[in-house]
Structure formats: structure tokens, C-alpha cells
């Protein structure tokens, strides 16, 4: 069974997503998913949220991705214990420790590791069986040949992104800090009091995307060239059918800042082409119209994300 | 009393170097295999660098690679395999494919979690220890509070960096290859790597009429660090008050005689501080230490503050 993951960053969202046809939708509680108040839900919305899937057939997960603090641990894991009682089927979680106290206090619940969590090989998805989970999120590196590597070595789920391999670049998924190295602010009174002041891994606010924004590189002395420290990442199509004849189970729609009539968009488009992949297409080239179209808008509306969260970034002190 | 280290990533650097101010040596660059005969991704180098260490009366640790891919797992586990031959203090892992690895191979040594393990909780240091895991580097985004709270609540020894370029990012390609005129884009890896990486390279991002933030980062190819060096000489007594015990110094990508000059200051510092000394003027450590850092001094996130801020002692 294929399935499609789709983002819900508010519940005009995910009423859109299970409307066309998202099999899973997925949450982030306020603070506790690396995004910004705007994208993430309140814990009554939730609440609606799966009831809504729940009538039109599909599930709904929770991310609770954001790195605990000490302090904070405790709280996670009641907040978990909740959303399931709430109807969330499963949660998408970073950190270790919280992904073994959630399979212990909610043995049935299905645990997906985040991208956060920085896998880079199958030693890892070994690991994240062991400790407790049910589908890993592959790295934007990895080809059909990697992906056929890893379900030869576990039978853990297989979950990716719907966009294109990149080779090159940072890639900095669970393995970075700069933004928090470059500013910090406080909680809004919107998101809640918490322990501490944090960063975007920790939920206190959200990441400035700042490896996307222009930078001065280049040796010292030297004349520096501007660039960009990752590529943006493209929506993808041509790869559907390999990645699920390698063994992919999920295909997860980035999204939940975006605006809801686009993510309608994507979801309907997305839905036609995987059922058309799990009913033996191998060629999805009659879509390429509709794809480079889809793909303009999500260049466009990325770019003002960008801008509009490194001029916040500008405006927070120290 | 306490314990100093430092890095240091190949044999040529541990025999040139002075690195007499430290206790132990973390052997090797985690971040990139094709450093010049790197530790940690030369097996046979492994014990003419272990014996230098032990010979000064040092503990030696060794860095394993911290961003495998696939087609790195083989090499990496031909690195283990010697390294459990000899005895080493230690083995540094970031990957926890790699930690599971340790346990599969019947590791014995002491294994340390790296600065990029992902490290936030004690209930995480709980479950990591089940593999072996006896030190951890907290996130370098945690305040001193928190380490010491995962210290007390993990029963675990915790790493603080004292001083140094936090890392930041890294990656498994290199970033000064992709874009420079001599490497074709996606070259790196390959064997042709040209090591343009001994040269500083800096990431700015600002506007001389102030109108957009004054940012600088280095970059060391597969990894980037803050531009500003973490300083804490001031606070040695608070250190040393709250329990911590293992302190260390950046070194990856400062040039000869950093981690000689520095070590210097700390091993002084550290030392009154835990002998209960007065604080001293620190004005002179600072002034040297501010000497040695291109962009200045910031306390990383120790106290509740974005990464790059500095906040002195009074």
C-alpha cells in the first residue's frame, strides 16, 4: 500500500488535503514542529483535524519533531498520550529518548523518525528499528539504488519527500544549528511559555532558512563569489514509479506554510499520479505540463518565505 | 581534578604541534575523509598516532566519521576494526548507525556521542548509554544549565567546550569543491580533491551601511563553524562550581600554535578555578585569546542567548 502523506499547517488545510485524497495528514501542535505559529495548531484544532480525517478515511500524525529540553521532556510525552487519545494514529518524531517513551506509553502508535533526525545510512535505519520505530524518512541524497540497499537490510518503512535527489550542497537536516548561532528570540505570547529560550530545532522559533538566502563565499583575500548554501529543492515526478518499485511505502508533500489552494493542488495532482504509479504506469511524462506549472508556484512562493523570514530574523536582537 | 582536550586530525599535526596543555587528544577529523591522512579514516595511521599520545602521558580518542553514507559503512568498519585492536581511551561517534556497529562488533572501549549526535535530554543519554555510550557533548544550542542537568540526571560524563569555532553544519559533499574553478561540481570524493580547504574560507553576509546583519561563518568544506570563537576563560569558577569536569577546545581549522596558545590560557584558568583561587583580571587572557580570533569572542549558547553574543563575566 502507497501512501501519501500531506501537510495540514491549519484546518482549512487539512480539510483541503482529505478532500483530495491524502491518506495521512499531518499536524504540528504550536511550538513543538519547527515551523512558525502561522503553520502550526492549536490543540482544539487538532482535535477537529482528525475527526474530519477520520470521517473521510484517513489517518492523521502529529509532529512532534522539535528537540525536548530536559525540562521539557516530560511534557512531550503527555502531549502524546493526548493527540492519541484525540484520535492521532502516529507521531513524527527527532529525538531518541522521546521515541522510546512513546513506543512504551503508546505501544500501537506509529512512530515515523523525522528528517531532523539526519539519517545518512542504513546503519541508521537499523538503529531507528531497534529503538522502536516503524518508517524512517530518507535522506534528499539517496537513489533507487540506496533505497533498494535499505529494504534488503530492514523492514522498517520507507517514507520520502516529493522531491528530486540532490547531491550537492549543505544539507542540513539534523545537522545544524546556524540560525539559533545567528539569532534567538523569545517565546509570543501565541506560542505558549516554555522553559526556555530556543531555537528553531527546539521549537522556540522558526529557522530563518538562512542557507537559502544570498551569502558572500570565498577565500580569505580573495574576491568572494555570491551564492546559496543548498539548492532549492524541486518537486518530483519522473522518480515516482523506481522509488516505489524499490520498496517506497510513503510519499510525504512538503508544504504546511504554503497556501492552501496550492497544497489543494498538489495533493489532487500527487493523488492521480501514485495511483496511476500502483496501477502499473511507469511513464508519468503526460503530467509534465501540469508539473512545470505546479513546480513555478512552489519556486515562487518560497522565495517569499525566504525573505519574509529573514527580514523577522533582521529584526530580532541578539 | 578536571580534564582538558583537544583535536587534532593527523599524525603530522599531533608531532609538529604542542599540545602539552591537554589531557587527551580526540584523534582525527570527523567531518572529512579526505583530509591528509586523516585519523579517522586511515586505519593504518592509527597506532603510531595512539602511541604519541599515550607516550606523553595523554588519553587518546578516537573520532570516527560522523556523516557515513552507504558507501562509506565498509571503510568506516575497517577503521573499528583496528581501532578495537588497540587500546585506545575511547571512540568518538555522531552517527548512530555507527554506534550500533560499535555494539555489533563487542566494543569494550568507552564510547563518546560527538557534537553532531543529536544530544538534547538525559532520557536520550539514558537510551545511548544502553550502547556503551559513557560521554556525551551536549548540543552546543544548550545552556549550561541543561548540560548540567542531563550530568546529574544521566549519570553521564558530559564534554563542554570551553573555547573554539562551534561547529554548526556539516555535510557529506564538500562545499568549498563544489564551487571552486578547479573542482567540477559534485567532484568531491572522487580522489581529486585538491585541499583548497588549508586556506581559511568565509561566509559573510552583510552590508557595510548596516542595513542588513553583520553575519560571518567559516567553512571548512563539509563542515561550517561560527565565525566568532567560543570564550568562556571568564568563567572557570562557575564551571567548576556546577560539577563539570571534561572541557575542550576547538581546533579544527585554526592554524599551527592555536591550540598550543590557548590550551596555555585554559589549563591556567581551569586550574585556579578549581582550586577555589579569586577570579583573576582577565584582560590579558581575553586580549590574547581576542587575538586569535578573527571575527571576536562570542559564549555560544551557554547562557540562553543566540550562539554568536558575548557576555563577560561582571
Known amino acids: 500500500m502507497v501512501k501519501l502523506l500531506a501537510p495540514a499547517g491549519s484546518l482549512e488545510m487539512a480539510r483541503a488535503a482529505v478532500d483530495e485524497g491524502a491518506d495521512i495528514i499531518y499536524v504540528g501542535p504550536l511550538g513543538f514542529s519547527r515551523r512558525p505559529y502561522e503553520s502550526e495548531m492549536s490543540d482544539d484544532a ?9 470521517v473521510g478515511g484517513a489517518e492523521l500524525r502529529v509532529v512532534l519533531n522539535t528537540f525536548p ?32 517513551a512513546l513506543r512504551r506509553e503508546i505501544p500501537d502508535t506509529v512512530l515515523h523518525v523525522s528528517i531532523g533526525s539526519g539519517i545518512s545510512n542504513l546503519a541508521d535505519a537499523a538503529f531507528y528499528r531497534d529503538a522502536g520505530a516503524d518508517v524512517i ?39 545544524c544549528i546556524m540560525s539559533s548561532y545567528l539569532r534567538f528570540r523569545d517565546w509570543l505570547e501565541v506560542e505558549g511559555s516554555r522553559d526556555f529560550h530556543g531555537s528553531a530545532n527546539r521549537g522556540a522559533k522558526e529557522c530563518y532558512r538562512v542557507c537559502q538566502a544570498n551569502w558572500e563565499f570565498g577565500a580569505a583575500g580573495a574576491d568572494p563569489v555570491e551564492i546559496k548554501l543548498r539548492r532549492d529543492a524541486r518537486l ?31 495533493v489532487r495532482f500527487y493523488r492521480r499520479a501514485i495511483d496511476e504509479v500502483v496501477a502499473g504506469a511507469s511513464d508519468l511524462d503526460h503530467h509534465a505540463a501540469e508539473l512545470a506549472e505546479l513546480r513555478g508556484r512552489w519556486v515562487r512562493e518560497k522565495a517569499k518565505r525566504v525573505d519574509t523570514l529573514m527580514d523577522r530574523a533582521a529584526g530580532y536582537v541578539g | 581534578m578536571f580534564e582538558l582536550s583537544t583535536d587534532v586530525g593527523n599524525l603530522k599535526e599531533l608531532r609538529e604541534g604542542d599540545f602539552s ?42 573520532r570516527l566519521y560522523a556523516v557515513p553514507g552507504n ?4 571503510w568506516v568498519g575497517d577503521v573499528i576494526d583496528t581501532a578495537l585492536q588497540l587500546p585506545f581511551d575511547a571512540l568518538e561517534v555522531h552517527n548512530l548507525g555507527v554506534l550500533r556497529m560499535l555494539r555489533e562488533r563487542g566494543c569494550t572501549a568507552p564510547i563518546h556521542l560527538g557534537v553532531f549526535g543529536n544530544l538534547y535530554t538525559h532520557e536520550t543519554a539514558k537510551v545511548l548509554k544502553d550502547f556503551g555510550v559513557t560521554r556525551v ?31 554548526l553544519v556539516i555535510s557529506e559533499t564538500c562545499f568549498i569543491l563544489e564551487h571552486s574553478e578547479d573542482g567540477a561540481e559534485g567532484a568531491c570524493g572522487d580522489g581529486s580533491c585538491s585541499y583548497q580547504c588549508t586556506q581559511d574560507h568565509w561566509l559573510k553576509r552583510g552590508r557595510g551601511d548596516g542595513s542588513r546583519a553583520d553575519w560571518s561563518l567559516k567553512d571548512t568544506g563539509r563542515m561550517t563553524l561560527s565565525g566568532k570563537d567560543l570564550c568562556m576563560v571568564e568563567h572557570g569558577g562557575r564551571l567548576a562550581d556546577m560539577g563539570l569536569k571534561h572541557f575542550y577546545v576547538h581546533n579544527k581549522g585554526e592554524a599551527p600554535g592555536y591550540a598550543a596558545a590557548v590550551g596555555r590560557i585554559y589549563r591556567d584558568a581551569l586550574t585556579r578555578a578549581f ?16 587575538g586569535l580570533a578573527r571575527e571576536g569572542l562570542c559564549n555560544g549558547y551557554y547562557f540562553e542567548g543566540a550562539g554568536q553574543r558575548y557576555i563577560g563575566r561582571s
Not at chain 2, 558507501?71 to 565498509?74: E, G, N, S, W
Not at chain 2, 544550542?141 to 561547529?167: C, F, Q, T
Open chain 1, 46 to 54: 487538532i482535535r477537529e483535524a482528525a475527526a474530519y480525517a477520520r
Open chain 2, 21 to 62: 596543555a591537554y589531557d587527551a587528544i580526540y584523534l582525527g577529523d570527523f567531518s572529512c575523509p579526505e583530509y591528509p591522512n586523516n585519523f579517522s579514516s586511515h586505519a593504518e595511521l592509527l597506532e603510531a598516532g595512539l602511541q604519541h599520545v599515550h607516550a606523553r602521558g595523554q588519553k587518546a580518542y578516537l
Open chain 1, 69 to 100: 529540553t530536559p525540562y521539557d521532556f516530560g511534557r512531550f510525552v503527555d502531549k502524546a498520550v493526548r493527540y492519541a487519545a484525540d484520535g492521532a494514529s502516529g507521531f513524527i518524531v527527532t529525538d531518541v529518548g522521546l521515541m522510546r
Open chain 1, 137 to 175: 524518512i530518507l535522506p534528499y541524497r539517496w537513489d533507487v539504488a540506496e533505497i533498494e540497499s535499505v529494504r534488503r537490510a530492514s523492514d522498517i518503512g520507507l517514507e520520502t519527500f516529493l522531491f528530486e535527489t540532490v547531491q550537492t550542497g549543505k544539507l542540513c537536516p539534523g545537522k
Open chain 2, 137 to 167: 557533548y551536549p548540543n552546543p544550542e544548550l545552556s549550561l544549565d541543561e548540560v548540567r542537568y542531563i550530568a546529574e540526571h544521566a549519570d553521564v560524563e558530559v564534554l563542554v567546550p570551553v573555547h573554539g569555532k562551534i561547529p
Open chain 1, 236 to 266: 518530483m515526478l519522473a522518480q515516482l514509479p523506481g522509488f516505489v518499485a524499490a520498496g517506497v511505502t510513503c510519499f510525504k508533500l512538503s508544504g504546511r506554510e504554503r497556501p492552501v489552494g496550492m497544497i489543494r493542488d498538489l
Open chain 2, 275 to 290: 582550586a577555589g583561587e579569586a577570579a583573576p583580571d582577565f584582560t590579558p587572557a581575553l586580549d590574547a585569546l581576542a
Open chain 2, 71 to 74: 558507501d562509506d559503512l565498509a
